[in-house]
């Protein structure tokens, strides 16, 4: 099976991991401070708080808001399920706003109608890699005086306007699970040019505990310490890290690699009548950490079961949210309320795309979905 998402790890990376089993230091120590310091200079922003999961950032990033219970925070239903699992562990409420159909990214239009007086926050994804309206949507943010945290699990590499992605919101989380733009086998982090907001997430990355000395190696001065913040322990290791800071180092070849497979499908499959292809706006270079098709006039779920028996291991990204019973039986919202994304998530199927794919298996893609529309 050809998967959809798959690491690439060369011989750099394994090295850079040995080197760290073999020192002082297997968590907490100098490559995480080195790999922060990397997403930093990558992305612009001041501060990078690197832990185990973006699902832990995005939790700490939630909690550094520090917003009232009940808060209503404007979002998307199209992504994983970790993006809303945060508002709803940090008792606040996910209002869902529509997308668009090209991106599959929260509308800024609808953003605007679902804004109430319990409004304090919107939370959008940059769905694929593919960045969200993000000047359109920080207006609306600071128009109405509300935070802006930016789901960027799969854009770490996408850039917006000719800046790349990191220095847009007030925070934005990246994930680095294998089939993301770069690995740590695990990992994630949260950025942000806000020294308060960085300060916060900081402490809640291990335990909410202040200790003298900087916030990775202790300095050894004194045993006191205080709690402050009721943190967890999301800490990333040094091994992991010195995997991510080899894996920056080929970040851009990654994603020049994954714009090269994305033109190679948008030429060779432009002329199959039954599918709708991916768009890349303006101003947009695409991270395509997914690549996905509209399909029309099939049934999708036939073409998918057709292509994994081909041994394409093809996906579906996203099965909307307030579909899932935890969000039925806690948050009820009625399903066409959502009319976009229903239908884009009818008709949605990616394909295999990730740096490591060889022209074979590209071709064996395409020629699979050719000898469909065949059929
Ligand atoms: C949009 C989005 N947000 C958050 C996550 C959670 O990432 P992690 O697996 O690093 O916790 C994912 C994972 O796939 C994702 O796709």
């Not at 101003?283 to 395509?288: L, S």
């Not at 919202?333 to 295999?352: A, C, G, H, N, W």
Request: with cysteine; hydrophobic share 35%; net charge negative.
């Amino acid at each position: 099976m050809i998967p959809y998402g798959h690491q690439l790890i060369e011989k750099e990376d394994i090295e850079a991991v040995i080197g760290v089993l073999t020192s002082d230091w297997l968590t907490t120590g100098p490559y995480i401070e080195k790999f922060e310091k990397s997403l930093c200079e990558y992305t612009g922003a001041h501060h990078a708080i690197a832990v185990n999961s973006a699902t832990s950032a995005l939790d700490i990033a939630v909690q550094a808001l520090e917003l009232p219970p009940g808060s209503e925070v404007i979002s998307t239903a199209f992504t994983f399920a970790a993006t809303n699992n945060a508002l709803l562990y940090n008792g606040l409420k996910p209002v869902f706003a529509d997308i668009l159909e090209d991106t599959r990214n929260i509308d800024p239009q609808e953003i605007r109608r679902k804004i109430t007086p319990s409004t304090r926050a919107i939370m959008v994804v940059d769905y694929a890699g593919h960045p969200c309206d993000l000047n359109e949507i920080r207006e609306i943010a600071d128009e109405h005086d509300l935070y802006l945290i930016e789901d960027a699990a799969h854009a770490l590499g996408s850039t917006y306007n000719g800046k790349k992605i990191g220095t847009f919101s007030d925070i934005t989380i990246f994930s680095f699970h294998p089939v993301k733009p770069i690995t740590t086998g695990e990992g994630g982090a949260a950025l942000t040019k806000n020294s308060d907001l960085a300060d916060k997430m900081y402490l809640l990355r291990s335990h909410g505990v202040v200790k003298p000395g900087n916030h990775t190696i202790d300095t050894g001065q004194s045993w006191q310490y205080d709690m402050t913040h009721l943190g967890r322990n999301y800490r990333l290791t040094d091994i992991q890290a010195a995997l991510g800071l080899s894996q920056m180092k080929k970040l851009d070849l990654f994603i020049r690699k994954r714009n090269e497979l994305a033109d190679q499908y948008q030429k060779e499959l432009s002329e199959v009548p039954f599918i709708q292809l991916p768009q890349t706006r303006k101003g947009i270079i695409h991270g395509w950490h997914l690549y996905t098709l509209l399909v029309h006039d099939i049934d999708r779920n036939r073409f998918f079961a057709y292509m994994r028996e081909k041994g394409i291991g093809v996906n579906v990204h996203y099965i909307p949210t307030y579909r899932f019973s935890y969000y039925l039986n806690h948050l009820p919202q009625k399903f066409m309320d959502y009319p976009v994304t229903e239908d884009v998530f009818s008709r949605i199927i990616t394909l295999p795309l990730h740096p490591g794919m060889s022209k074979t298996d590209t071709n064996k893609v395409i020629d699979s979905v050719i000898t469909y529309n065949q059929k």
